[in-house]
Nanobody, 117 residues
């Protein structure tokens, strides 16, 4: 069973930085796309960034140039480096693993990021 454990959320002032980590276990992670999603209060969950096993990435427009997703395949870990944070980045951030073939989604428990103005 795939398990994803996030860490690194917290409170930061606007313009600051945070780094989220997601450690995975229970699967061969070369078979999975990895990503970060977020859900702000009263809003739907949205994709923030995704990365393939080979390192190809995709970002939502609102974070391009500020956030960087990366993965350490040897450690089954995916990271999200968030710079120049804005209050509108405030949300619960979820780690996601999506099977390349199965398309099954697995989710972490979420980590809260709060950006104060």
């Amino acid at each position: 069973q795939v398990q994803l454990v996030e860490s690194g959320g917290g409170l930061v002032q606007a313009g600051g930085s945070l780094r989220l980590s997601c450690a995975g276990s229970g699967a061969i992670f070369s078979n999975y796309y990895m990503g970060w999603y977020r859900q702000a209060p009263g809003k739907q969950r949205e994709m923030v960034a995704v990365i393939t096993y080979g390192g190809s990435t995709n970002y939502v427009d609102s974070v391009k140039g500020r956030f960087t997703i990366s993965r350490d395949n040897a450690k089954n870990t995916v990271y999200l480096q968030m710079n120049s944070l804005k209050p509108e980045d405030t949300a619960v951030y979820y780690c996601n693993a999506k099977g390349v073939i199965s398309r099954v989604d697995y989710w972490g428990q979420g980590t809260l990021v709060t950006v104060s103005s």
